[in-house]
């Protein structure tokens, strides 16, 4: 936890980005005060509250639309985490509401590559792949252009009498991730099953998953389909539409 919060100066500080959240409503998402807001939130939860805590892992998980329409209600759900944060943290101390171990700069880059993958894995892809491993390489470009070091298909993970090799791994992040292609009529089941798979075997490796799901219009509702996964701490699933 960081030493320069106090239980004083953290409830302030949620105040205050609670405040903010409400006034960037009316602004356009993912402008230079949404990004710059969003990160000080990340940073300060993580800080507070730690990496493996509910609000932090919530918050890494709000999908943060450009569609007018959703705007309010993700700013709103956003204000509701903060104010929740707030509450818990008004009836306790800074010492029993901290989950976690990991460093604000490794959650600032767990932030980032989740960023790749929601914001611009689909403006890296030109034309609808045929095949995962196409998205695989435009993820892997957008890794190499953001400076994270990873591995690709390196590390093997025996588990439950099967080997599993996660598409990518960044080992100082204790991270795994995974990407899947959405390309025709069943593979939604199909991914289900294989993410459940997944998250079973990476995680008697690593402590943080994403699963990248490049949409090519098979996935109908992309927020039920997320929400299978959501009870899973540390794990992170986004669904990106061609």
Not at 86 to 100: H, K, N, P, T
Not at 139 to 155: H, P
Not at 215 to 242: A, C, Q, Y
Request: charged share 30%.
């Amino acid at each position: 936890m960081a030493a320069k919060w106090t239980k004083e100066s953290a409830l302030s500080e949620l105040a205050r980005l609670a405040t903010t959240c409400q006034e960037l409503a009316t602004l356009r998402p993912l402008g230079a005060e949404h990004s710059r807001w969003l990160f000080q939130c990340i940073t300060m939860l993580q800080e507070v509250f730690g990496q493996r805590s509910t609000y932090f892992i919530e918050s890494a998980r709000i999908k943060w639309s450009e569609a007018t329409e959703f705007h309010r209600e993700e700013f709103d759900w956003a204000r509701g985490l903060l104010l929740a944060a707030a509450d818990q943290l008004g009836r306790s101390d800074l010492d029993s509401v901290y989950a976690g171990k990991n460093t604000a700069p490794e959650s600032s880059a767990i932030l980032r590559i989740i960023n790749l993958a929601e914001v611009k894995l689909r403006k890296a892809i030109r034309t609808k792949p045929e095949l995962e491993n196409a998205v695989q390489d435009a993820f892997e470009n957008l890794l190499i252009g953001a400076d994270v070091v990873y591995s690709r298909e390196a590390e093997h993970i025996e588990y439950s009498s099967k080997t599993y090799i996660p598409d990518f791994t960044v080992a100082k992040l204790e991270l795994a991730i995974e990407i899947k292609l959405c390309n025709r009529e069943g593979r939604e089941k199909e991914i289900v099953a294989e993410i459940n798979d997944d998250i079973a075997a990476y995680k008697t490796k690593c402590g943080n998953l994403i699963f990248a799901v490049y949409n090519l219009g098979f996935i109908r509702d992309g927020d039920r389909f997320i929400g299978s996964f959501e009870e899973h701490t540390g794990v992170i699933v986004r669904v990106i539409k061609h």
